[in-house]
C-alpha cells in the first residue's frame, strides 16, 4: 500500500526530486507549483512529449486535490495540508500527492479507482468518450475525468492507499507513473 508520508520522508534529500510541496493548497498557489514545475521540468527532461504529459497529468493531480478539499475548508489546519511530488528516477517520473480526505467518501473513490484500473486502453477510452458526450457534472462543476485521465495520459493504472486518521478523516496516497 503507497505511504505518501513515508515516501517523501525517504526522498526529501535526494536528487531525484523535481518537486515537493508540503502546506495548504490555494488557486493562487496552485497555478505558482504548477510554473515551478514548468520550469524545473524544462532543466530536467529533454524530451518534449514526455515534459507535456508530465505537465499535464500534475494539473490533473492538482486539480482533483484542489476541488476535493473544498469539502475540508472548514476543518482544523493539518486537515487542510496536502503533499505533492514529482520524482525523477531512471525509468520514470513519479507524481505523488497525499491529501486528507473524509472517510465516508473512501469506498467510492476506492471503487472508481480500482474500475478505471482493471479497464484495457480500448475500454478506457471508450468509456472517456462516453462519459465526455454525456456532459453531466457534478455539484462541484467536474465532470469525474480526472483519474480516468491520469490513467489514460501516463498509460499505467494508478497507486493509491488510504490510512485512517481518526473517525472522520483518512489520508489519501496517490502515485502515477509515466515512463519516459
Same mark, same amino acid.
Given at each position: 500500500m503507497l505511504d505518501t508520508l513515508s515516501k517523501f520522508n525517504?526522498?526529501?534529500q535526494s536528487e531525484e526530486l523535481v518537486l515537493a510541496y508540503h502546506g495548504i493548497i490555494t488557486e493562487s498557489l496552485t497555478n505558482n507549483l504548477l510554473t515551478l514545475?514548468?520550469?524545473k521540468l524544462a532543466m530536467v527532461e529533454?524530451?518534449?512529449r514526455v515534459k507535456k504529459k508530465v505537465f499535464n497529468i500534475l494539473v490533473e493531480v492538482l486539480q482533483n486535490i484542489y476541488h476535493n478539499q473544498y469539502e475540508l475548508k472548514n476543518s482544523e489546519e493539518p486537515f487542510q495540508k496536502i503533499m505533492?511530488? +514529482?520524482v525523477k528516477n531512471p525509468t520514470a517520473y513519479e507524481i505523488i500527492s497525499g491529501n486528507y480526505i473524509n472517510q465516508s467518501n473512501i469506498m467510492q473513490l476506492e471503487k472508481r479507482i480500482k474500475e478505471i484500473n482493471q479497464l484495457s486502453n480500448d475500454e478506457l477510452r471508450a468509456k472517456y468518450r462516453?462519459?465526455?458526450d454525456e456532459? +453531466?457534472?457534478s455539484e462541484t462543476g467536474r465532470a469525474g475525468l480526472?483519474?480516468?485521465d491520469m490513467v489514460r495520459k501516463s498509460g499505467q493504472p494508478l497507486d493509491y492507499g488510504f490510512k485512517i486518521i481518526n473517525e472522520d478523516y483518512a489520508y489519501f496516497s496517490l502515485q502515477v507513473n509515466i515512463n519516459h
Open positions: 525517504n526522498l526529501k514545475a514548468e520550469n529533454y524530451n518534449s505533492i511530488m +514529482v462516453i462519459k465526455l456532459g +453531466v457534472f480526472g483519474i480516468m
